[in-house]
């Protein structure tokens, strides 16, 4: 190997060029970098815009599961998304159900599952961001986009009557909060108020 690295593997700009021909004008492709990461876009830009995605991040399913979901009894599947791998249904978009990648939950308390206050119809789920920080989403989610940083908790606000709390630790303790942003009433843990 004489460690040289071959021209042809790039494009007269000096980007990455790929084996494929652009299907809108027949130029190559060249890879170029983006917010969402490497794309292949055509080397004639921006006389012609297309683009094609390098990764497939639509949810497509890497391995089914064997496992029935609890709330329709389709199989559970292992699926690749946007933000990184994730246990989903396999009956998508018809139902919405997603679990956790972390492993065995025996020999730990269930929790409890809250409604979802804005909707009704769901329930609170446990999520991670593209940043693996945990959020609380509605399960009916994309019709419902009602979600909160911090841990649910039963309860009423006491201000304004929302139905959730949620937990806030604070130097001084942990407080409950409303989880209406609008409102961000905190109570004690007891339900008496803090001015």
Do not use: W
């Not at 593209?130 to 399960?139: E, I, L, V």
């Not at 009557?161 to 303790?173: D, I, R």
């Amino acid at each position: 190997m004489s460690g040289k690295i071959d021209p042809k593997l790039f494009s007269h700009s000096g980007q990455a060029a790929s084996q494929e021909s652009c299907p809108q004008c027949d130029h190559e492709l060249v890879i170029r970098h983006g917010k969402r990461g490497p794309f292949l876009g055509c080397s004639q830009y921006p006389e012609c815009d297309y683009i094609k995605p390098l990764h497939q991040n639509d949810g497509h399913i890497i391995k089914e599961l064997g496992v029935p979901c609890s709330e329709c009894g389709h199989e559970l599947v292992l699926r690749q998304g946007r933000y990184g791998m994730f246990i989903g249904c396999s009956h998508y978009p018809e139902c919405h159900h997603i679990e956790s990648l972390d492993g065995d939950d025996s020999g730990t308390e269930p929790k409890v599952e809250l409604t979802c206050p804005e909707c009704g119809d769901g329930h609170l789920i446990e999520r991670k961001n593209r940043f693996g920080k945990m959020f609380y989403a509605c399960s009916g989610y994309p019709k419902c986009k009602f979600a909160v940083n911090l841990p649910p908790i039963k309860g009423t606000c006491q201000a304004c009557g929302f139905g959730l709390l949620v937990e806030k630790k604070t130097a001084a303790g942990i407080k409950h909060q409303c989880a209406n942003r609008q409102c961000g009433h905190y109570q004690t843990n007891d339900g008496d108020s803090l001015e």
